[in-house]
């Protein structure tokens, strides 16, 4: 060799169950250095919730506030044949399996929300709510 060459150090390769804790030490550094860089990309791109919950929220509900819904009352339900469909006319009378003063049942697209009575307000039909029906009794509901 001559004085320019310089001699190549040979890496230490770890043998078998031998392992460098130097090694190890600086990919866990790296590995914990690459995440937070991740961290900060993120917190750049979305902000964190905690400080956007409390002004946002509002925000939120205006941005829902305008979609129309369909409310309807429901005053009671029935099963009838298409024979029995067919015989109708007009007159005809069909039972329903909702009784007399029975609460009305209150729907918004087509989902059981609550209950109430009928009212009449300047010759219109109106309903008052009596009951918010929970999450149980909306499937207690659909069963009958």
């Known amino acids: 060799m ?14 078998g169950d ?6 190890d030490a600086l ?3 790296q590995s914990a250095s690459e995440q937070n860089t991740a961290q900060s990309a993120s917190d750049q791109v ?3 919730l ?12 205006d941005i829902i506030m305008d979609i129309p819904v369909k409310l309807s009352v429901e005053l009671g339900r029935t099963r009838v044949t298409i024979k029995q469909l067919l015989e109708l006319a007009q007159g005809s009378v069909v039972e ?3 009784l007399a003063g029975e609460p009305m049942d209150i729907m918004i697209n087509g989902y059981l ?8 307000l300047d010759d ?8 918010i029906v929970t999450p149980a009794e909306r499937v207690q509901k659909l069963n009958r």
């Open 50 to 61: 905690e400080s956007s919950a409390r002004s946002g929220a509002a925000n939120d509900l």
């Open 124 to 131: 219109k039909y109106g309903i008052r709510i009596t009951e």
């Open 96 to 98: 329903l399996d909702g």
């Open 27 to 29: 990919d866990e550094e």
């Open 18 to 23: 031998e392992q460098d804790p130097w090694a």
């Open 113 to 120: 929300i609550a209950q109430g009575e009928v009212v009449v």
């Open 2 to 15: 001559t004085k320019q060459e310089k001699p190549k150090k040979e890496e230490a390769k770890p043998t």
């Open 46 to 48: 979305f902000k964190p």
